[in-house]
């Protein structure tokens, strides 16, 4: 594949939302909990980022990420099931098209954390966060493996097959859309 401008732009922003999931990264360097979350939200925990939850990626296909003309739909908001979400394409909105097959991602809710493991260029990892929902905004805070914050919007849709969870963030120059779909 020759890599033009854009996807070297966009392997850049897959790399950064490789570091922590996805979204628009602000540091929390020492960040502190909110009072009445569970104690596992108070930091990461000691030990290398595989460390941080056991979800893997064993079985998971690669996803797709895919760069479209245009913007993304209105965010619906909606609520989210408990269980497990497999990522199975990343859009990219923005002035470009172009697309390649980047890694593999699953997503584990329960109630408001979100347990994750993704696997790019070979490289596996493993994720923790509270996720705090408000109409169809969505505030992710990382615990694990670094402490950031990342402020996004989010659809549910059921349309009489499986749920798909998509989760929109900025990412100058792309609006990205990472599009979950619930395991049975």
Known sequence: MMMNRATSLALAVLLSLAAGGCGKIAEEPGASVAAGQDDWTSGAPP???????????????????RAVV??????????????DYVLVEQILYGK???????GRQKLRVRGGRVDTGWERYGTA??????????????????HC??????EGRYS????????R????????????????????
Do not use: N
């Open 96 to 102: 470009e098209e172009f697309s390649f097959v980047s």
């Open 125 to 142: 990892r493993t994720g923790a966060e509270t996720w705090l929902l408000e109409g169809h905004r969505v505030t992710m805070i990382h």
């Open 145 to 150: 493996p670094s402490a950031v914050t990342q």
């Open 70 to 83: 245009g913007r993304p739909p209105p965010p619906t908001g909606g609520a989210i099931e408990d269980g």
């Open 165 to 184: 969870l998509e989760i929109h963030v900025d990412e100058p120059p792309y609006a990205v859309t990472s599009v979950f779909v619930k395991a049975p």
């Open 47 to 65: 030990g290398p980022p595989a460390a941080c939850s056991d979800v893997g990626v064993d079985g998971v296909a690669p996803y797709v990420t």
């Open 156 to 163: 549910v849709v059921s349309d009489g097959g499986a749920t």
